[in-house]
């Protein structure tokens, strides 16, 4: 196959020429209505090769249009076998009959294409046709695209054919191109929209990094504060150190932002041995003064419960699940984490016996500035960014129901034997 498709039905000839001629004319406005009219590009391409190739009474019509660059044409519509080829069959300017007729305005009428040495046959295609008129789409002075179309049987185009397809054509390229124009322009607004919401997802997710190292500053300094008014001592020196960490882990997101995002990994992420039961205490220690209110513990079936991960993509995850948990366990209430494995699957269980989450809610809540309530806790990021940090991973994470109540988030990591 070549630089069209395959046949589809065509009307019977017209015996007079006047009324032909009147025949056209009528054709030719009542395309123009139904080009005009058409609500989508793949609608208007369809109506374009549709209509074309009855006006010429052929068998197939192929519409290719004039890359941006100018250096050649790619196939944007047929009526025929070669779907698949749409936008990725390209005649440089010059190369074979359409990009000749593209590159010099001038239609070309090819008898028979198997003899012509014009034709340029595009390797892996194969097509039944013979006979061959191709026509350009001009529009305020530019070459927008090519018309062709063609039949099985041998056929000698006419002039009176000919010119019956360029005036077709020449109607047919204002049309076809404010269309491009629209779907480019729609296109770009996408582009512009898409680009808007990772700008919105990119300032969500590195406020969110960094509410948890201010948070645990916070509670030192509320410690204090309480110690200092009840004319206690406390141990500064202790809370300084981990106030001036949490500190250090601020200047690292800030100096990093692209680094903190890397719950959209655009990298090879190093992935490697991880003792999951040593990286649970380090985060628990680390962010102890969250959960002053609440009871927090740890349990593994068996230590160390090795798996493969990052420690520091690891510990971000449970960053954002412990806070999650803070945020929505009640004063008092229980906040366990424990781990165990199952074959090769290593498992992280982290629970709280908060409000729970309803059953039509547990796949949503991992979704981008979703949240259960209307409450100011958060910026709904924080579950996309610990399920996309799992993903990172190799693994996955979901939320169970807690019986009687509470919420059990699992995270699930290859496992590696000890």
């Not at 927008?144 to 047919?172: S, W």
């Not at 949240?371 to 991973?393: E, K, T, V």
Request: aromatic share 6%; net charge neutral.
């Amino acid at each position: 196959m070549v630089e069209t498709s395959k046949p589809g039905p065509r009307p019977k000839r017209s015996g007079d020429a006047l009324q032909r001629r009147l025949d056209e004319l009528t054709f030719v406005a009542r395309v123009a209505r139904l080009a005009a009219s058409t609500r989508t590009w793949d609608e208007l391409m369809v109506t374009v090769v549709d209509r074309a190739r009855d006006a010429a009474e052929a068998d197939v019509c192929s519409l290719y249009l004039t890359d941006r660059d100018g250096t050649g044409v790619t196939l944007a519509a047929t009526n025929g076998l070669a779907r698949e080829w749409i936008g990725r069959a390209r005649l440089r300017l010059g190369q074979g009959i359409t990009g000749i007729v593209a590159e010099t305005r001038v239609p070309i009428v090819s008898d028979d294409i198997r003899q012509d040495p014009r034709f340029a046959w595009i390797t892996g295609l194969d097509q039944p046709h013979t006979s061959m008129c191709s026509v350009p789409l001009v529009w305020n002075d530019q070459v927008i695209g090519v018309l062709n179309v063609q039949t099985i049987r041998k056929r000698h185009f006419r002039r009176g054919d000919v010119r019956f397809l360029e005036t077709l054509a020449a109607l047919l390229a204002g049309i076809v191109e404010k269309g491009r124009l629209q779907r480019e322009a729609e296109a770009q607004i996408e582009s512009l929209r898409a680009i808007d919401e990772a700008r919105a997802n990119l300032v969500a997710v590195v406020t969110h990094s960094l509410r948890t190292p201010l948070a645990v500053v916070r509670a030192y300094v509320e410690l204090l504060g309480g110690r200092a008014q009840a004319g206690e001592q406390p141990d500064a020196q202790e809370w300084e150190r981990q106030a001036l960490q949490q500190v250090d882990r601020l200047d690292q997101a800030v100096d990093s932002v692209l680094e903190s995002l890397r719950v959209f990994p655009s990298g090879a992420i190093e992935l490697g041995p991880v003792d999951l039961t040593a990286v649970v205490e380090e985060t628990t220690r680390e962010l102890a003064p969250l959960f002053r209110r609440h009871r927090l513990a740890t349990d593994f079936v068996e230590r160390p419960l090795r798996a493969r991960g990052s420690s520091e993509l690891i510990r971000r995850l449970l960053g954002y699940l412990l806070e999650n948990a803070s945020k929505y366990a009640p004063v008092n209430g229980r906040i366990d984490l424990y781990g165990w494995r199952v074959a090769d699957r290593a498992y992280l269980a982290i629970t709280d016996d908060g409000p729970g989450i309803p059953e039509e809610w547990r796949e949503r809540i991992f979704e981008p500035f979703v949240r259960l309530d209307d409450s100011p806790r958060g910026a709904g990021i924080g579950l996309f960014a610990a399920r996309r940090l799992a993903r990172a991973m190799g693994g996955d994470l979901r939320v169970d129901e807690r019986l009687p109540r509470g919420t059990q988030f699992v995270l699930e990591l290859e496992a590696i034997a000890p």
